[in-house]
């Protein structure tokens, strides 16, 4: 499809919806980093808020690329994101939408990346939190200890913190 055959409208349509979709990326990139923050800083009372947050920003993302994924498939724009950018410059030339969709995906990896970095955290704490309960417990059963060899062998069977 050439930049001709192309509408203004539709041009400016697309152009809405992927800076409509920066600006909540960039949002919900800025909630991942307050919920690392908050996960190092063990605050789970606001970590309820900010997740209510994040689900709020996802689905407003994913009702925006639902939009901007038809007009791509109406216009015939590949979904390749390096085939997308160059299109894009192809049929609306001297608007951006290439370098606005480069930043688009960018930002996307960064939050790909942001949020794996706190699942890891998450789950640290869980196995922590896992481990130190056992030991309370007295289920030390997994738990390890090293000898001077440095070899690790079976913790010896102790009581319950209470028990006399």
Not at 84 to 105: I, Y
Request: proline content about 4%.
């Amino acid at each position: 499809m050439s930049a001709m055959a192309v509408s203004p409208s539709i041009g400016n349509q697309l152009s809405w919806l992927i800076e409509q979709e920066l600006e909540q990326m960039d949002a919900l990139a800025a909630l991942l980093r307050e919920e690392s923050q908050l996960l190092l800083a063990r605050k789970p009372e606001r970590l309820e808020q900010l997740l209510e947050a994040k689900s709020l920003r996802v689905s407003e993302l994913a009702t925006l690329d639902k939009r901007r994924e038809e007009l791509f498939r109406n216009l015939g724009i590949p979904n390749e994101s390096r085939k997308v950018e160059k299109t894009l410059d192809a049929l609306f030339p001297g608007r951006g939408l290439g370098d606005c969709w480069r930043r688009l995906t960018t930002l996307a990896e960064g939050c790909q990346q942001l949020n794996r970095i706190n699942s890891a955290t998450i789950e640290i704490g869980q196995v922590h939190l896992s481990q130190a309960l056992q030991i309370l417990r007295g289920d030390s059963s997994d738990t390890r200890l090293y000898s001077a060899d440095g070899a690790s062998k079976p913790r010896p069977a102790s009581r319950l913190i209470g028990q006399a």
